[in-house]
């Protein structure tokens, strides 16, 4: 079933985040690839939609564009509680803290919350959700910013962590990286 983004985009629009410059592109275009994406991924639509949404508080790394967290129940009434809960932890977990959670690899998922200096705990489903948003996040991106070793052994550990879809995704996305590197060497 094809969802309509037409009011998620809509409100984009409205708090001015369409036109927002985001890695050789607008914030609103890479959101809606990650949306796609994560679609492509066969995830359910909270999680796509959380995808949408998956930076709208900013981030440690995105900060062009931060709704007010005081916005969090407007943000929560158009995509869902669950939505909102997962795009709100993606833009406000310390990268440190998630990836050490990921190298552990079992409970609990503690992660620094950067806004408010205290944790939050995800259980096991929430946080491979979490895990599959960030993935999808920084494999839509990383072919125009050509970071290719920003926490690549982080992204690295989330695909194997995932397998299927996720990790199909890491494969296709660094084997861009060889390509790149010989362009780049002219």
Not at 12 to 34: C, M, N, P
Not at 49 to 67: D, M, N, W
Not at 93 to 114: H, Q, T, W
Request: proline residues 3%.
């Amino acid at each position: 079933m094809k969802h309509d983004l037409a009011p998620y985009l809509e409100f984009f629009r409205q708090i001015g985040a369409d036109e927002v410059e985001h890695t050789e592109k607008t914030y609103l275009a890479h959101a809606a690839s990650v949306y796609r994406d994560l679609k492509s991924w066969s995830c359910d639509e909270e999680v796509c939609l959380a995808g949408l949404f998956h930076s709208i508080y900013g981030t440690e790394v995105f900060k062009r564009f931060a709704l007010p967290v005081e916005r969090r129940e407007d943000v929560r009434a158009l995509i869902g509680a669950r939505a909102e809960q997962l795009a709100y932890w993606n833009s406000a977990m310390c990268r440190l803290s998630f990836d050490k959670a990921v190298e552990r690899g079992e409970e609990p998922y503690s992660i620094v919350d950067r806004m408010t200096g205290g944790e939050f705990t995800p259980t096991p489903a929430e946080f491979d959700d979490l895990c599959r948003i960030h993935l999808c996040d920084w494999l839509e991106q990383v072919p125009r910013s050509r970071e290719w070793n920003y926490r690549r052994e982080a992204y690295r550990l989330l695909s194997e962590r995932l397998g299927g879809a996720a990790r199909e995704a890491y494969e296709r996305v660094y084997s861009a990286e060889t390509d790149d590197l010989r362009a780049a060497a002219g």
